[in-house]
């Protein structure tokens, strides 16, 4: 029962990720790059109080060796992408792109590090595929290239990160210190894009409730379930995120929910679902 409340709360942390982002890049409330220093050292700084109040004295053993370079990078690489993409993406749609990038990685992990797979497994995995590919097909009312391609690396990113803390024995330091290891990356893109910095105070608000409570608490929440999840099962509860995200760019940005992303929502949280049926035995021996 813990492990379904927290997994419920992090889904919806990370469905206002998006409509955070969305709000603020959308409306020209601040730029990309401000907005992703300022969600990742807000994000760092409320970990750093978590990790304190949980055991003060695990600072004074702290080294360079506490932080993973490797992991800092992705979880930098995610949100860096991740704020330049919605500038032009509406919110469901990069959300689904984010997160059927996210799942199919996931999955294709799996696989690859040996959870059987069957034909209906890979009939799900390309029905999956298939939606994103068509959701980023020219047309209309299609996302703009550059904004899926970013999203898309977003989302590799963002798996990477995932995967990499799956065995985590201490989520919040583990989280915190990846975090903090992003500041390097948010200080050379502060400097690099000084020049065109443009932000107001709805904009700043907004990227801070990102870092403190979308991003620092709900991945430290997503990684206290992690652990209990099995790698297909840590793909597929992400299946509830683009829907909200969708929802709230609806209600917030009063955008529209097209014909393309209900068909791709459709084909890519289908192919999923098949994955999860045709897993289920695996998924509930682990």
């Known amino acids: 029962m813990n492990t379904i ?20 890049l959308g409306n020209e409330l601040i730029d990309a790059a401000t907005f992703t220093s300022i969600r990742l050292a807000s994000g760092a700084i409320t970990l750093a109080m978590i990790l304190y109040l949980k055991n003060a004295s695990y600072f004074r053993s702290m080294s360079i060796r506490t932080f993973n370079v490797k992991s800092s990078l992705a979880l930098y690489m995610y949100a860096i992408c991740f704020s330049i993409a919605y500038i032009e993406i509406s919110t469901g749609t990069g959300a689904l792109i984010l997160f059927g990038t996210v799942q199919l990685t996931m999955i294709l992990f799996g696989i690859v590090n040996g959870e059987k ?11 999956a595929c298939g939606g994103l590919v068509y959701l980023m097909l020219p047309g209309i009312d299609a996302p703009s290239p550059l904004s899926a391609i970013l999203m898309t690396i977003s989302g590799l990113a963002w798996a ?13 330091a583990d989280t915190t210190w990846n975090f903090l290891g992003t500041l390097p990356f948010v200080a050379i893109t502060s400097l690099a894009f000084v020049s065109s910095a ?11 409730g990102s870092g ?27 299946l509830s995120v683009p829907t909200i995200a969708a929802f709230g760019g609806v209600l917030f940005m009063s955008e529209l929910i097209t ?22 035995p695996a998924i509930q021996k682990q």
């Open 117 to 127: 797979s069957s034909l209906l497994v890979w009939a799900g995995v390309t029905l």
């Open 212 to 238: 403190v409570i979308a991003s620092g608490i709900g991945y430290v929440i997503w990684y206290a379930a992690l652990p209990a999840l099995a790698w297909t099962t840590a793909a597929i509860v992400q």
């Open 5 to 24: 409340v927290l997994t419920l709360l992090a889904m919806f942390a990370f469905a206002a990720n998006s409509i955070l982002c969305r709000i603020a």
């Open 198 to 208: 443009a932000m107001t105070t709805n904009g700043i608000l907004l990227a801070i």
């Open 259 to 280: 014909a393309r992303l209900l068909l791709a929502s459709v084909a890519t949280l289908g192919g999923i679902a098949i994955v999860i049926y045709a897993k289920k």
């Open 160 to 172: 990477v990160y995932s995967l990499r803390g799956k065995n985590s024995a201490d989520p919040v």
